[in-house]
């Protein structure tokens, strides 16, 4: 197993390269002087000079690249064009943030997706089905940007329960923390449980109508025995790639949902660094987002060979 | 959301970027003004939430160029070189008096009994090494900064004088010290930020909030009132209005027109805006005037009469005041017999353009407008601006552009026809009349004048206000008929507070003050 997961680890290094190489140059190439904001109007050519020097751009692209990717393998990925402050340590904050909303969220999301998506298959084609599988293609469809401004209008402004955005570290204040996370976590999450349960029932579906699934009732094996132990298990393969790839996108920061809530997480954080030109957090921002990507895929991988010992490596 | 205020002539703005004015009155609802009545005793004590327009800050850089959260943000912790009072006009700040016979060579009196957070006096050189931080080359200091002291000899003959000799006389000096807020840049860790203002500083998590806490020996008497001053970085205006209503926070720094109809009915919030006379945001369009066919005079001045500027303030719910002139009418420079084009003409218009050589009935020509809009009301006012000069046989292209795009290509690259901004320069008659009109405070205009530049030059030149106003008059005269950019109104501006927020005052250049702000029982 270790020979392949170094294997699969080093096979990330060019697919990060490429996607740090590619986010540098387009990054670059989007108008907007960053040295020129830091000046305001009409700045004296010497100083936007000096200034452009300082911040290293004036050299060529290929340079700025590589000091950069260097200064990155020793962990140092710079300072804030903007506000001076280093960017790792921003960062590192920041993707806990992120961290703890997405976790929360996919517990949501399985929390609802997994017993809905169980039920709906087990009782194909009834009311409890077809209930589910309405709620589900809604949940799937509604856009999280408009479902978020109605969870605030609803619970927060309408009713009060719950503040409408904010932040409080879970070491400071953990009710506080809980409080405020409930309204994101929920937005996130319900778009994620759709997701599982239309997946879960398909692949159980698919399941339950094996011959080993005959062979097990055959046998007299009680319901939940063969729904838990035979079918859930294998039907859980295609459901852990989607879950994979959520929990990827997840960590990457939602910029929409981290802004409606004033998540102060990796994806307000580089939405902002964005707008203002402030290339080293971005540039940061892009490497932490893709190398959470390539894990989360991985750990999907992994994730198989868990469930079906076919595929272990030999 | 933030977008930095990248150039003082074009964009002020930032999404959203406006502040709003500040909290006054005893009971919630309505709009009230810095200037409404306050009956009641300042009581001590409490904390204040407060949002910072949509974003974060870029900073504690304080030399740099600054958005309208910067500043808010600044002026808690740091005290600007001399400040402007509620009815604008100059008083002491870092420096308590100053003297000049020509505005030229200016001896300023370095407040005394002033320390810095940490318990350091302030002395005359923490200025002068301030002004040194600007003027290294790699300091990223604001252009606008640069300019105040570019050329000039400074030096602190003691502990408490700072001699001043500028390259040229500048009666405006003390207007733009009012923008230099003093950080001690010897020993700077932008981290940590010291300061001598009402507030010190205890934390910025980004995109969080920054917090601070009563600076308990502050210069000014008694103040601040409040113990603890909480600034929340949030990214979306509806999301701050949300807040305010549910008490999460105390004020709003900004809130946008079409949002004020439904604030102004909540008994539990007051509304609050500058003193009309004292506005200095304004929608304002650029035209190429060295270039066809903008470089006609009778055109430009045929845009100014066409464009219907009443019906621009239907299109901000009335909000706001109809305007075209960049002077604010409170202003001591404002001259009431300059060309007004308040009222709409289009007879007058057209007449102009037929003497221009284009006929009545037909098209006169195409053209491009670009814009932005980070403020909501202006693809209202680029629509409008199309159909009022369709009317004269002008035929214009909208063109929307991201903010940062819109610089490049009108301010950068000068790849623009007409373009439409907003902006808000500072109090002086001077920045008024030279973000508008100077083509060295912004190369975008590209209209050059000789009695323009001698009359804007004698008012500089002078500290006599008699010769300044009557200089400033000539120059209201002179552009409000050669017309080489067209004011569209005022840009109303908004900020809203809990019922009971007292004294937080909005400055005119959009950005709140909480010095002197209190929490009423």
């Known amino acids: 197993m270790a020979p392949y997961i170094l294997r699969r680890l080093i096979q990330m290094i060019p697919v990060l390269l490429l996607v740090l190489a590619l986010v540098f140059v387009i990054f670059r190439m989007i108008p907007g002087d960053p040295a020129q904001l830091m000046l305001g109007a009409n700045p004296d050519p010497e100083a936007l000079d000096a200034l452009r020097t300082k911040l290293g751009m004036n050299k060529p692209l290929p340079v700025q690249f590589f000091e950069w990717l260097q200064n990155a393998l020793r962990g140092d990925l710079g300072t804030s064009r903007i506000s001076d402050q280093p960017v790792a340590p921003l960062l590192a904050q920041k993707f806990l943030i992120t961290l703890e909303l997405a976790i929360a969220a996919l517990f949501i999301g399985c929390l609802i997706g997994i017993p809905a998506g169980i039920i709906s298959a087990v009782r194909r084609d009834s009311w409890t089905d077809f209930v589910t599988r309405i709620v589900g293609l809604v949940g799937f469809s509604i856009p999280n940007y408009w479902l978020g401004v109605l969870i605030v209008i609803v619970f927060s402004v309408r009713f009060g329960w719950l503040p409408p955005a904010g932040y409080v570290s879970p070491t400071e204040d953990l009710g506080k923390n809980l409080r405020y996370l409930i309204l994101p976590a929920i937005t996130m999450g319900l778009p994620i449980a759709a997701e599982q349960m239309r997946f879960l029932r398909a692949s159980m579906l698919d399941v339950l109508q094996q011959d080993y699934m005959r062979t097990a009732r055959a046998k007299g094996l009680g319901q939940s025995t063969i729904i838990i132990r035979h079918a859930l298990k294998n039907a859980f393969i295609p459901f852990l790639t989607i879950t994979g790839l959520q929990l990827g996108y997840l960590l990457g920061g939602s910029v929409v949902i981290e802004q409606i809530f004033s998540w102060p997480g990796l994806g307000w954080l580089t939405y902002q660094s964005i707008t203002v030109r402030d290339y080293t957090v971005v540039q940061g921002a892009v490497l932490v987002g893709a190398t959470v990507f390539l894990i989360a895929n991985l750990l999907v991988d992994l994730g198989y060979i868990y469930l079906d010992p076919r595929i272990r490596p030999k | 959301m933030t977008y930095p205020q990248m150039t003082r002539r074009a964009v002020l703005a930032s999404g959203g970027t406006l502040a709003g004015v500040a909290a006054l009155g005893s009971l919630g609802g309505g709009i009230r003004t810095t200037r409404a009545a306050q009956d009641d005793a300042p009581v001590a004590g409490g904390s204040l939430t407060s949002t910072l327009n949509v974003g974060d800050i870029s900073g504690f850089l304080t030399w740099q160029a600054s958005t309208g959260s910067d500043s808010a943000a600044w002026t808690a912790i740091f005290d600007t070189l001399v400040e402007y009072d509620q009815d604008y006009n100059i008083t002491g700040g870092i420096f308590e008096s100053w003297t000049s016979d020509d505005a030229q060579t200016w001896t300023f009196a370095v407040r005394q009994g002033v320390t810095w ?22 300091s990223g200091a604001g252009s606008e900064k640069v300019a105040t002291i570019d050329g ?156 219907d500027r009443e019906g621009m303030l239907a299109a901000t719910l009335g909000n706001g005041s109809v305007r075209s002139n960049p002077v604010a009418t409170g202003s001591w420079a404002f001259n009431p017999d300059a060309p007004s084009y308040n009222q709409r003409d289009l007879e007058t218009a057209k007449q102009l353009m037929a003497e221009a050589g284009y006929a009545e009935g037909e098209t006169a020509f195409s053209t491009t407008l670009k814009y932005w809009r980070e403020w909501s009301q202006m693809p209202q006012i680029a629509q409008i601006v199309q159909a009022n000069l369709a009317e ?116 005119n250049r959009s950005f709140l003050v909480y010095t002197e702000c209190w929490i009423a029982s």
């Open chain 2, 117 to 138: 957070h940490d318990g350091v006096p302030l002395v005359a050189q923490d200025v002068i090494d301030y002004f040194e931080t600007i003027m290294a080359p790699d």
């Open chain 2, 152 to 307: 000039a000899t400074y030096e602190a003959p003691d502990d408490a004088t700072v001699v001043l000799t500028l390259a040229a006389p500048n009666a405006a000096l003390l207007d733009d010290f009012s923008s230099h807020w003093l950080s001690r840049t010897r020993d700077l860790d932008p981290a940590h930020p010291i300061g001598t203002g009402p507030f010190t500083f205890v934390e910025w998590e980004r995109n969080l909030h920054i917090e601070y806490a009563k600076n308990p020996t502050y210069w000014k008497p008694g103040l601040p009132y409040l113990d603890a001053l909480t600034l929340r970085l949030v990214p979306d205006q509806d999301q701050a209005i949300n807040l305010l209503t549910t008490g999460e926070v105390d004020a709003i720094a900004s809130v946008d027109f079409p949002k004020v109809q439904s604030l102004s009915s909540n008994a539990s919030v007051q509304l609050i805006q500058v003193p009309e006379q004292y506005r200095l945001a304004y929608h304002y369009l650029l035209t190429r005037t060295d270039t066809a066919p903008w470089d006609n005079a009778l055109v430009r001045q045929a845009l100014n009469h066409a464009v």
């Open chain 2, 392 to 507: 004269i046989g002008i035929e214009v292209e909208l063109q929307l552009l991201e903010i940062g795009q819109w610089v490049d290509a009108v301010q950068n690259d000068l790849d623009y026809e007409m373009a439409l901004t907003a902006l808000v320069p500072r109090w002086d008659p001077s920045d008024q009349l030279g973000n508008a009109y100077k083509t060295d405070d912004g190369a975008a205009l590209l209209w050059n004048n000789p009695d323009f530049d001698a009359a804007f030059a004698a008012g500089v030149a002078t500290a006599e206000q008699e010769q300044r106003q009557a200089a400033y008059f000539d120059c209201q005269q002179i552009a409000l008929s050669e017309c080489p950019g067209t004011v569209l109104n005022e840009a109303p501006i908004f900020s809203a507070a809990a019922a009971n927020v007292r004294d937080l005052r909005l400055h």
